[in-house]
């Protein structure tokens, strides 16, 4: 595997061969000295053309915690402020002989363009609202911490699935691990054509037969788009609170969380909530996937390699 | 009422192509002798004499296409196509006449515009070129344009294309109008607040995708509300690139209650569906409207067969490189077709050869212009195809200055080899030695 630009880019032997290795790399954090030197001379770019807080710090951890240099290129304040293109953005920054290029963009397929117009490997961190493969796998990785397995569990995504890359990666991941994935929300926020992907429901009344919950952000500017009424109206339909969530169920975030729009404050920090521990995996899964792509049989060549005539 | 630049008339000789025109009921191996530009002789063993002999042996030969929606791109946009290049591009693909959209910019919307457009095609086409000017000034949905001018200028019609009219009342006035000054109205139909932010047709694929989606219902809800105007008003629309089932269900119903409407439907839209942009997400496959579901594409070829639809056009939409070099979102809409448009309907074997010819030919009459047909006396307006030609769209380059064809790497069959317009040769296949 050269890229990972979407969960089906893995089959469900791959998922757990990364995730086996993540959790050997839980190890590594709880060192003193938290590195290890396996991508030592390794390059890594991290390219965000949207903001994000926990995710680039995540990945630029991870490639920290295995020895690779890190390079992070924010789009404002850069030339793409002065009009550069990002085939242009790409191809200037491939001429540092990155190895691996992990790129974030408010754009469907801006990862998959990448990958075409350079020769390091390419990791999607969020296309739009296509995918966002290092979630989904965190996320199973929990899962998998907590439940054993995802095997026939029922899994709930709740919230605005229409905007959501994070549900669509999760809703390929877990079917792909075994479990039976429903979306939940105002049906104004379940595009047309969902049916296709998994169950849908309108109601939150059959959210007893989940195992797990999965809440997703609701976010402000969907309120202006007129997609629900208020946000005031979207909590009583849809907020996951203690009235809703049974002691049996695993709840889970992908953050940052609206207190009191999607989740009720109890819910958040009750045990059920496994959302600090979707953090925590995110460093090690993300280690997992750079090691993956860097050192795996289809890795990109070492760039000095390249760069020696043969 | 169309501009080219004048080509020698041809004095020429086609020997033994299977001569097939719909409309003579010509469907037979036959000679076609061409003198001064006109059809001078049909028949078996003519003689050639001292003029040249096109070899038309294991060819057909068809009445050149018509296609009443191209975009040209000039004035304004002339980094995408020029007259030059969109009619050689147009001649590539067996086309005589072609009709160019006002969308440029500026706009073609007042008759000085006009006048210099024309006199720039009468330099620079290869090929007839007729225009349309626009309904509203600068396709803003407000005013009318001076309609009557316009016409005057040579305008065929109107049309706002790439917009709806949005306006009931600036329709209904521009129908009304209509009756003064003829011309066709020619409609692009899409009601915006329900397109939105849109980029792909609205079903299965745009789901996954996580891409936003334009629904069937915003193009037939539009149509229903102006076939509705133009029956009141008593007026003539045309509905260009029809995409949905809806839709064509819609123009059904119109045509039964008698409403003077007529309507087309793109080679794209008969032969590609939203899975293609499922497969990978390229450029070249977005386009307004959207390439929909393999139940709409079916609609549109059965609309063909029985007639709902009037003809093919290609909505020809040229653009440059790096306009379509962007993620999908950011692409501008559109795809070129002149070059490909036979082929594409031909090898997806969708429509019987000569419904093929007759719906590429039909355009003409849409637009108030004379139907090519192969008869002695007529202009030569001829194209000469191998139809067991296998070619891979694009290996050579197009005519076109865009190359963003959305059948770019597929393998087509039917290939044109010599295109005679207005009497005159406008294309020979370059014979390049092979490989």
Redesign the interface.
Known sequence: MRHLLSINDLDRAGIERILDRAKTFTEVSEREIKKVPALRGRRVLNLFYESSTRTRSSFELAAKSLSADVINFAASGSAVDKGESLKDTVQTLSAYRPDLIVIRTPHVGAAELVANWTTAGVVNAGDGKHEHPTQALLDVYTLRERLGTLEGKNIWIVGDITHSRVARSCILAFQMMGAKVTVAGPPTLIPRGMEAMCEVEYSLDRLPEADVVYALRMQNERMTDSFVPSLREYATQYQIDGRRLSARQVLMHPGPVNRGVELSAEVIDSPQAVIGQQVEAGVVVRMAVLYELLTGRNAPKPSLSTAVPA | MLDHRPTPPADVLIKGAHVLDPRTGLDERLDVRIAGGEIAEIGANLQAGDVEVLDGAGRHLFPGFVDPHVHLRVPGQEHKEDLETGTRSAAAGGFVAIVAQPNTTPTVDSAPILRSLREQARRDARIPVGFLASITRGLAGETMTEMAELRECGALGFTDDGKPVVNAGILRKALQYQKLVGGIIALHEEDPSLSGKGVMH??????????A?I?SISESTLIARDAAIARYEGGRIHIQHLSARESVEVIAAAKAQGVQITCEASPHHLTLTDEAVAEK?DTRLKMNPPLRTEDDRQALIQGLKDGTIDCIATDHAPHAR?EK??????APMGTTGLETAFAAVYTADILPLALIVEKLTAGAALVGLPTPEIAVGRAADLVLIDLGAEWEVGATGYESKSENCCFGGRRLRGKVVTTIAAGGIVYRERNLAAV
Request: aromatic share 4%.
């Open positions: 609205e079903g299965v694929v745009s789901a996954r995708l996580g891409l989606g629904p997400l790096e070099e962007v993620p999908f979102e950011q």
